[in-house]
């Protein structure tokens, strides 16, 4: 397949390496890709279950001819290899509860004005609901759609967690595990643009996005989320990833 356009060659050689692990390891269902054609930059919003879903979600979108600038937590990008990655490809860090969190939005801001897509993981960390459903959203995806006013597509994955379980550290590579993985339309947002970005405005926006997220991996799952979302409290609630 071709690279996407707006993959640089750092990008395209990390690709070349990590697609053909990834079609060792797993079988894909792709689903949606044409809710990715949107006529500027986008943010693409994730659940997350398990630190390998990164790269599945990343490969689905490369797979659609979008190279995904993500946004990642910035001590990544202090580890050997891995740090210099993230640079040569372009990813965002995240800087948490730091005087350099204004820094993630404004390079967020940066590319989604640049045309580029922007990943992010709504729920900032892996879900810490008991049966991985989506839990509830950090506001930083909710500041980053209403300040750019980009549309947000909503992205549900499953099958990840067969590979690296959600708190493992050893990978089941056999046999192959199937990664299904759905994009759906934009969430509208529209109704809240211009509003003041108050509390109860990015709460609402945020939601939103979870929502659209929660209905996509019940369709994959066949089964119903839980009528209340899972809270995970240790952290504030503005992060962007």
Known sequence: MPAPQRSNRAY??????????LFAVTRR????????????????????MTNV???TFAHFLYDQGVAPKILAKSSLFSVPVLGTVLRATG?????????????????AVEALEAGECVAVFPEGT?????????????????????????????????GAQSLLGRYSKVV??????????????????????GRPQDSQVL???TERVMAAITELL????????????????????EGVA
Do not use: C
């Not at 395209?12 to 692990?21: D, F, I, M, Q």
């Not at 990813?91 to 390079?107: D, E, F, H």
């Not at 008991?130 to 597509?153: E, F, H, I, S, Y």
């Open 12 to 21: 395209r050689n990390v690709a070349r390496v990590v697609r053909p692990l």
């Open 29 to 48: 269902e792709w689903r949606g890709g044409e809710h990715l054609s949107q006529p500027g930059g986008f943010i693409a919003a994730a659940n997350h």
């Open 53 to 55: 879903d990164p790269l």
């Open 91 to 107: 990813q965002i860090p995240v800087y948490r509860n730091s005087a350099a969190a204004g820094r993630s939005l404004g390079a």
């Open 126 to 158: 892996l879900t810490r609901d008991p049966d991985l459903w989506p839990m509830a959203g950090k506001t930083g995806v909710a500041r980053l759609a209403l300040t750019t006013r980009a549309p947000v597509v909503p992205i549900a994955q499953w």
């Open 172 to 193: 089941r590579p056999v046999p192959r595990k199937l990664v299904t993985v759905v994009a759906g339309p934009p969430v509208d947002l529209s109704d809240l643009y």
């Open 203 to 205: 709460r609402e926006a």
């Open 218 to 237: 019940e369709e994959i799952r066949e089964e119903q989320a839980p009528p209340e979302r899972y809270v995970w409290r240790r952290h504030g609630g």
